[in-house]
């Protein structure tokens, strides 16, 4: 998993917990965190100067190729939680994000993280444009 201490800049991204998002214990089901962790790279992307939108304009996707998550406690209905997002490895043709879900007593509720492959809009693989590269690069080591 990843680490506990993240290296570089840090984004957050607070939201309120749906009803929609929780299941029938009254509690968030854990399928619903996969969003939230989508909603943390797209703010971080955008607070690094290189919206998602962009990305995709260049002729490229970051394809999901991993989910992994650690859950500690639950998140309820109406609660508003905050997600924390990281670089946690950069590669030529690959990323890691990681993420740390709070709630408002600063309680952690999931570590968990996401691998990305690069790939055309054909769906091949590639190496990640210089431009993305560069962002993520820079502010690993921020």
């Given at each position: ?29 854990h ?19 290189l ?15 991993e ?22 490895e ?6 890691t ?12 509720l ?32 921020a």
């Open positions: 998993m990843q680490r506990l201490k993240p290296k570089g800049r840090i984004s957050e991204t607070r939201l309120r917990v749906r009803y929609a998002e929780t299941d029938a214990m009254g509690i968030v089901h399928s619903s965190y996969i969003p939230w962790f989508e909603l943390g790279r797209s703010d971080w992307l955008r607070e690094a100067g919206p998602y939108s962009e990305f995709e304009k260049m002729g490229y996707y970051l394809t999901v190729t989910v992994c998550a650690r859950y500690y406690h639950p998140a309820v209905y109406d609660e508003m939680v905050t997600v924390y997002t990281w670089v946690e950069v590669r030529s043709r690959a990323v994000l990681s993420y740390d879900v709070r709630d408002e007593q600063d309680r952690r999931v570590m968990a993280c996401t691998r990305h492959v690069c790939i055309t809009h054909d769906g091949k693989p590639a190496r990640l444009p210089d431009a993305l590269y560069d962002v993520l690069k820079a502010q690993i080591e």
